[in-house]
């Protein structure tokens, strides 16, 4: 706090009225330095307690914009978790329905051409046709669609291979064939396709090179001998 000038003349016995040491040189009584002293005192302790305050309403606050924080973060994940039931909440249905797929196609694959069918049966390869179709176009509203994998370069995220085979006419590691569809959910891979990869023509003379020559046949014993 500020300075104070205390003005007390007390000679060495103590004798000096009081109201003389407020008339000497605008002094002050002892009780108004008692006073005073006392005050300065309050006024310290009331700092201290502000000063306590102050730090408590920092660390509140703190703890305040700590948890306004945590709670936008959980309102995102939320959000995001919200998002994710929609998008791949029928993945599992989705996923289990391609082996439907796959057995109509089965089916269309070892139907005889059109031409020269009975009625009957013709009508059946049709009907067979149009609900894979429907199936297909049922399942695209939600995303659910397949990807072409023949004549594309092998992705191990998306291909499984089933088989190498030889074919000099293609670069290493080129789709040859595809005996399964693959199918993806949004963005997500549904289910990988089952395909046959080229080896290339060096990976396809390897095995040639490295196979041993046959063994010469052994001289005949002539007989008697």
């Known amino acids: 706090g500020a300075d104070i000038d205390i003005d007390v003349d007390v000679d060495g016995?103590?004798?000096?009225?009081?109201?003389?040491?407020?008339?000497q040189g605008g002094g002050i009584t002892a009780e108004q330095v008692v006073s005073m002293t006392e005050l300065q005192g309050e006024l310290d302790r009331v700092r201290d307690q502000l000063?306590?305050?102050?730090?408590?309403?920092?660390?509140?606050?703190?703890?305040?914009?700590?948890?306004?924080a945590e709670l936008e973060n959980f309102r995102k994940r939320a959000a995001k978790e919200r998002q994710e039931i929609v998008r791949y909440g029928h993945e599992?249905?989705?996923?289990?329905?391609?082996?439907?797929i796959d057995n109509f196609e089965?089916?269309?694959?070892a139907a005889p051409a059109s031409d020269g069918l009975d009625p009957q049966v013709k009508s059946f390869v049709d009907g067979v046709r149009m609900t894979h179709a429907q199936l297909l176009q049922t399942l695209g509203k939600f995303e659910v669609k397949p990807f072409d994998s023949k004549g594309m370069k092998f992705d191990p995220a998306?291909?499984?291979a089933m088989s190498r085979v030889p074919?000099?006419?293609?670069?290493?590691?080129t789709v040859v064939e595809e005996m399964q569809k693959g199918y993806t959910l949004h963005e997500r891979?549904?289910?990988?396709?089952?395909?046959?990869?080229?080896?290339?023509?060096?990976?396809?003379?390897a095995p040639a090179a490295a196979a041993p020559?046959?063994?010469?046949?052994?001289?005949?014993?002539?007989?008697?001998?």
């Open 189 to 205: 891979l549904l289910r990988p396709a089952m395909v046959a990869v080229a080896t290339g023509a060096d990976e396809a003379a």
């Open 51 to 68: 000063e306590r305050v102050e730090a408590a309403r920092r660390d509140n606050h703190d703890k305040f914009m700590r948890t306004l």
């Open 167 to 173: 074919a000099p006419d293609l670069a290493p590691d």
């Open 158 to 160: 998306r291909h499984q």
């Open 92 to 100: 599992n249905l989705a996923r289990e329905l391609l082996g439907v």
């Open 13 to 23: 016995d103590g004798d000096a009225p009081e109201g003389e040491l407020a008339q």
């Open 106 to 109: 089965r089916a269309m694959m």
């Open 213 to 225: 020559e046959a063994a010469p046949a052994a001289p005949e014993t002539p007989e008697g001998s």
